[in-house]
């Protein structure tokens, strides 16, 4: 991340949006991608083609996510830290 801003142009469920980030191009295209695919995913599934309530499900489905992999790290922190706890214990008994 950078502190300047840059405008991109894009494309979400058909609709243009202008977007100011300081996020490098790459990545705000991704994540644009990203919602596009989930907002078309949801579409495809549901008989009432609302669009403000297909991007109510496509933010609830990327938060359940993000809540998931952010949980799935704290686990992964906490058995790291454990595991560097065993690491010292034992090398002080070996001391």
Partial sequence: MSNTLKSYQLE???NQYKLLSDES?????QS???????????????TNK???RIAVLAAVRLASMLLYKESELEQKQFHE???????DRELQ???
Avoid: P, S, T
């Avoid at 191009?25 to 295209?29: I, N, P, R």
């Avoid at 644009?32 to 549901?46: L, N, P």
């Fill in 12 to 14: 979400i469920f058909g």
């Fill in 25 to 29: 191009e790459q990545h705000v295209v």
């Fill in 32 to 46: 644009a991608q990203v919602v596009d695919k989930y907002m078309k995913e949801i579409a495809d599934r549901v």
């Fill in 50 to 52: 609302n669009i403000q």
């Fill in 81 to 87: 830290k454990e595991l560097i706890a065993l690491i």
């Fill in 93 to 95: 008994e070996d001391g």
